[in-house]
């Protein structure tokens, strides 16, 4: 039994807890998600853009299989799991597999303090951009995670933080770019607030 990860280049970046649908229409994805799903295995999502694949990704377990079609295309539901470094690839089979290595979070722990304030930059942002609430407790576990995946962040901050190894850092960095997109972010909604009013500037 091979244990080589099944990989699935996407231009988008899993973050462990993530929630991702995902349409599987090409046959050799097709013949990967049936063994993944026989076997009860993950595979792997790493970036991949014209140029160049990611060399850090995160392991995707199926959770369900949503719609299957006439035609044999798939939809899944998947969640991010295990965050990996690609070592070596293998194309002896139609899709791609890898050697990767498992990577794990040093012990050093963001302070309550951090934990809060990302949590309050977070809540704002979510209300402005969807109208929606709901912000994870700030002693949430791999709160950089769950705070990252539920806004539409730039995939090259979500690769980054994939990459970052401490809690600290990924909440530190997170938090910064959350305050560098706030203001512009309160500047668009009181302009389209504006623009959507009686034609008169408020």
């Known amino acids: 039994m091979s244990l080589l990860l099944p990989i699935f280049p996407l231009d988008l970046v899993m973050l462990p807890g993530m929630l991702l649908p995902l349409h599987i229409f ?4 097709k013949e ?8 009860k295995r993950p595979f792997g999502i790493v970036r991949a853009r014209p140029e160049e694949i990611a060399s ?8 369900s299989l949503v719609k299957t079609y006439d035609d044999g295309q798939l939809d899944i539901l998947t969640r991010g799991q295990q965050i990996f470094e690609l070592l070596e690839m293998n194309e002896e089979r139609a899709f791609l ?16 303090e951090q934990c809060v304030r990302a949590c309050d930059l977070h809540s704002q942002i979510l209300t402005l951009a969807t109208g929606e609430v709901g ?9 950089s995670f769950q705070l990252a995946s539920s806004l539409p962040l730039d995939p090259e901050l979500k690769q980054a933080l994939l990459a970052m190894r ?4 990924r909440l530190g960095a997170l938090t910064a ?16 607030q504006k623009a ?5 500037a408020h």
């Open 196 to 200: 959507g009013g009686n034609g008169h």
């Open 56 to 63: 850090i990704g995160c392991t995707a377990d199926i959770l």
């Open 166 to 169: 401490s809690e600290m850092d």
């Open 26 to 29: 090409e046959p050799r994805y």
């Open 177 to 192: 770019y959350l305050e560098n997109i706030l203001p512009g972010l309160r500047h668009t909604i009181r302009a389209r």
């Open 135 to 143: 912000t994870p407790a700030p002693d949430s576990p791999q709160l």
């Open 97 to 112: 597999r890898a050697e990767v290595l498992y990577l794990h979070d040093d012990a050093s722990r963001a302070t309550r």
């Open 32 to 39: 990967m998600v049936a063994e993944c799903m026989e076997n």
